[in-house]
């Protein structure tokens, strides 16, 4: 770059500065024919452009800058803002999504475009909410709930979860976050003991004994990660722990122990079945977190419901209600919480998938007692 050159751009700068466009646009348009491509100031021509209402010289400018670097947040954000005035939201929405990705990868975002960076993710906000609202006033009331999830995840209002089971992954299952209690027969016979297992909760209640945190220490172990460690905020009742009956608490809920019996919880060695009372006083929240498996889910019998009380798996959220079970694959991401004043407690216990079949069974049930009976 010459001298004369450097001083030309220079100088096209400051009259940009002084909001002097028209020469700023001379000055700069002249600099592109004299400076190398990487060394222009792209993005203060296209504003420059702008300014004096000529936007498709703009757009070109903003073209040169992406062709040198098609991720720069500055272009992709002055692109979207000259496409969304041309009315073309969609590739607005496009440029502006780029640019958000780009920053959160972490791209810098110059501060000078920090407010335009807002516009964009408002702009995408608002973008979607149209896109929901076209979809439901051409395809009308979805007929399934599946149906109205992808409804949701196409127009962008939900996200996807999939399974990440931090142990150990099956492959080739359904992904479902939440199943229906009615497509478990064995459910009714213990709805039927409904009654009985909440007269036995009120009893082991009474007697101030047998409910434990349910995040502790183990030996030999580093601490967990976890808030809860060691809070009663969130407790158990054991009555199977680690494939081993909880002889005391057994005894004490005959009931209880007479309706799990109905459900097809694995039987492994050093591991299964598990089973307990789950208790979340007020104010209690379980973060975010993936189970260990996902060949099982986890069955809730809502023992004692509270307002306020909430299971998120993936990108649902479901209530405990009263006779309700909530059924989960809990290999996908989930967390629960308990907003209101009472407590919540649920008979919490896992069962085998039902999609495997029961040669499958037998290999995982030899598969597990394998691993739990491996000392390293």
């Known amino acids: 770059m010459t001298m004369d050159a450097l001083a030309r751009l220079e100088a096209a700068v400051d009259a940009f500065r002084a909001r002097d466009f028209a020469r700023a646009v001379e000055g700069l348009r002249q600099a592109a024919a004299e400076v190398p491509a990487e060394a222009m ?3 203060l021509l296209a504003n420059a452009e702008a300014a004096t209402g000529n936007d498709q010289a703009a757009m070109a400018a903003l073209d040169r800058r992406l062709a040198l670097d098609p991720r720069n947040i500055a272009a992709l954000l002055l692109k979207g803002q000259l496409l969304e005035r041309e009315g073309d939201r969609r590739a607005a929405d496009a440029n502006y999504q780029a640019a958000i990705n780009q920053e959160a990868a972490g791209g810098a975002c110059p501060p000078q475009m920090r407010g335009a960076l807002g516009h964009a993710r408002a702009f995408i906000a608002e973008s979607r909410n149209r896109y929901a609202e076209y979809l439901r006033d051409t395809i009308g009331e979805p007929p399934t709930a599946r149906v109205a999830m992808a409804l949701d995840l196409l127009a962008g209002n939900r996200e996807v979860f999939l399974q990440q089971p931090s142990v150990f992954y099956f492959p080739e299952l359904p992904q479902r976050q939440f199943f229906e209690p009615e497509e478990f027969a064995w459910l009714e016979p213990m709805l039927a003991a409904l009654p009985a297992m909440q007269a036995e909760l009120e009893a082991v209640e009474a007697e101030k004994g ?18 809860l460690l060691d809070d009663p905020a969130w407790s158990a009742f054991w009555f199977w722990r680690q494939g081993a009956m909880v002889d005391e608490n057994a005894a004490r809920c005959p009931a209880t122990m007479a309706a799990l019996e109905h459900a097809p919880m694995p039987r492994i060695e050093g591991r299964s079945p598990v089973a307990h009372w789950s208790r979340l006083q007020p104010g209690a929240h379980i ?41 989960f694959d809990d290999s996908i991401e989930h967390e629960a919480r308990n907003g209101g004043d009472g407590v919540r407690t649920v008979l919490l216990f896992e069962i085998w998938r039902p999609e495997i079949a029961e040669d499958e069974r037998a290999a995982l049930t030899q598969l597990f007692a394998t691993i739990a009976a491996y000392d390293g």
Not at 299 to 319: D, F, S
Request: glycine letters at 6%; aromatic letters at 6%; proline letters at 15%.
């Open 41 to 43: 100031p792209w993005e």
């Open 210 to 227: 047998g409910f434990a945190p349910y995040v502790v220490a183990q030996p030999n172990r580093p601490l967990p990660n976890n808030r």
């Open 287 to 327: 973060a975010p977190h993936h189970g260990m498996l996902n060949t099982r889910l986890i069955c809730h019998i809502p023992i004692r419901t509270a307002p306020a009380c909430v299971l998120r798996v993936g990108n649902e959220v479901r209530e405990w209600r009263d006779g309700v079970p909530l059924i």
